[in-house]
T-cell receptor
Framework: SQTIHQWPATLVQPVGSPLSLECTVEGTSNPNLYWYRQAAGRGLQLLFYSVGIGQISSEVPQNLSASRPQDRQFILSSKKLLLSDSGFYLC???????????FGSGTQLSVL | QKEVEQNSGPLSVPEGAIASLNCTYSDRGSQSFFWYRQYSGKSPELIMSIYSNGDKEDGRFTAQLNKASQYVSLLIRDSQPSDSATYLCAVNSWGVSGGRRALTFGSGTRLQVQP
């Protein structure tokens, strides 16, 4: 069966510090991978998606970037965090377009 | 206009009652529809998917889709306190330029089941 791992679960970072969140998927090959962000009490906002190694599409211009160095690995990064980057970050995968989307356990990021 | 709209709630129902959650979407080309349940501080969990008009039942859950009215609903029968959570509607469709799009989520409806 397929599983998705995301870490860390919580993170507290000062403004201006760098960020790296990692996500890996097991039990499948060539998944579509996604990064979503959920602000407190708000809906899910799609940040990035990837259909293959090195292929990244950005949905919202912002302070963040994403990379996919391996088939089942997806990384979310920032060089300098802003207060507005605080939120619940969720990695997710699908087997293909229109397929069911499955989420990792999420990272609660607080930028202070 | 938001692409996927839900009433934020809270929707309060007594234990054992039927909870009815509604969702409307703007893109007539939408093809796949999903309901997720999210407990506070946790990630969303997929509970139902529906792709064609009509009803789809899974245990206590029934998803209903009406593409002509651009309307999706979720019914929860015999509601339990453990069903208290936020329910997210998600829709997958083609973009205006013809490209594929990822799931777009509504902001969710908070359900409270009173013991």
């Amino acid at each position: 069966s397929q599983t998705i791992h995301q870490w860390p679960a919580t993170l507290v970072q000062p403004v201006g510090s760098p960020l790296s969140l990692e996500c890996t998927v097991e039990g499948t090959s060539n998944p579509n991978l996604y990064w979503y962000r959920q602000a407190a009490g708000r809906g899910l906002q799609l940040l990035f998606y990837s259909v293959g190694i090195g292929q990244i599409s950005s949905e919202v211009p912002q302070n963040l970037s994403a990379s996919r160095p391996q088939d089942r690995q997806f990384i979310l990064s920032s060089k300098k965090l802003l207060l507005s980057d605080s939120g619940f970050y969720l990695c997710a995968w699908t087997a293909g377009w229109g397929e069911k989307l499955f989420f990792g356990s999420g990272t609660q990021l607080s930028v202070l | 206009q938001k692409e996927v709209e839900q009433n934020s709630g809270p929707l309060s129902v007594p234990e054992g009652a039927i909870a009815s959650l509604n969702c409307t979407y703007s893109d007539r080309g939408s093809q796949s529809f999903f309901w997720y349940r999210q407990y506070s501080g946790k990630s969303p969990e997929l509970i139902m998917s529906i792709y064609s008009n009509g009803d789809k039942e899974d245990g206590r859950f029934t998803a209903q889709l009406n593409k002509a009215s651009q309307y999706v609903s979720l019914l929860i029968r015999d509601s339990q306190p453990s069903d208290s959570a936020t329910y997210l509607c998600a829709v997958n469709s083609w973009g205006v330029s013809g490209g594929r799009r990822a799931l777009t989520f509504g902001s969710g409806t908070r359900l409270q089941v009173q013991p």
